[in-house]
Structure formats: C-alpha cells, structure tokens
Nanobody, 125 residues
Framework: QVQLVESGGGLVQPGGSLRLSCAAS????????MGWYRQAPGKQRELVAR???????NYADSVKGRFTISRENAKNTVYLQMNSLKPEDTAVYYC???????????????????WGPGTQVTVSS
C-alpha cells in the first residue's frame, strides 16, 4: 500500500512560518504530481500548491508570494514552506500524490489520487 506521512503542522501567530513535509512510501511506483490541499470547517477542499514531475508548479492565488512548494524526488518527499501566515490559512492540510502504485499498475496506466491523513495548521493570536 501507499503511505503518506505528514509533519510540520501546528499553531502559529499571524505573520509566522511553518514548513509542512510529506513523504510517500510503500508501494508507490511512479508519481505524476505531489501537492497540498486544505479544508477549513464548512468549506470545500481547495488546492494550495502542486508540483509536477516536470517541475511545473501551481499555486492558489491566495498563497502566491507567501508559500513555496518544493520536492526531493529521490525521497518521494514534498515540502510546503508557508510564510507570512494569515488567520485565513487556518485549515487541515492534506498531502496529495497523483501516481501509480505497484498494485494499481497491474490494471491501468491511469494515475489515481492518494491522500495523507491531514495535519492541522492554526494561525491565531
């Protein structure tokens, strides 16, 4: 099975910084993209940032200039550096991997989404 291990969440004051990490392990075979989504209570889950195998990145407009996504491909790890945090950034952050597991590749070449358990980020005074 594919396992996504997240770390780095916590409580910070407005203007502070956090760095989230997510390491994919287990039966992951190939990765098309890695990224972070977030969901606040009562709101729809939204893409925060994503990095593709090509190196191209996507960011939500609300985090551009404040967040930076990066990766270490050899370790199947993605990072999200979050600076100048705002109360509006408060949410559960979920690591996402778009890829193929060893089990799944027996049946299809189409990638699927794998999700981490979520890590809480709270920005408050």
């Amino acid at each position: 099975q594919v396992q996504l291990v997240e770390s780095g969440g916590g409580l910070v004051q407005p203007g502070g910084s956090l760095r989230l990490s997510c390491a994919a392990s287990g039966s992951i075979f190939s990765i098309n993209a890695m990224g972070w989504y977030r969901q606040a209570p009562g709101k729809q889950r939204e893409l925060v940032a994503r990095i593709f195998s090509s190196g191209n990145t996507n960011y939500a407009d609300s985090v551009k200039g404040r967040f930076t996504i990066s990766r270490e491909n050899a370790k199947n790890t993605v990072y999200l550096q979050m600076n100048s945090l705002k109360p509006e950034d408060t949410a559960v952050y979920y690591c996402n991997v778009l890829g193929i597991s060893l089990e799944h590749m027996r049946f299809t070449s189409n990638p699927r989404d794998y999700w981490g358990p979520g890590t809480q980020v709270t920005v408050s005074s």
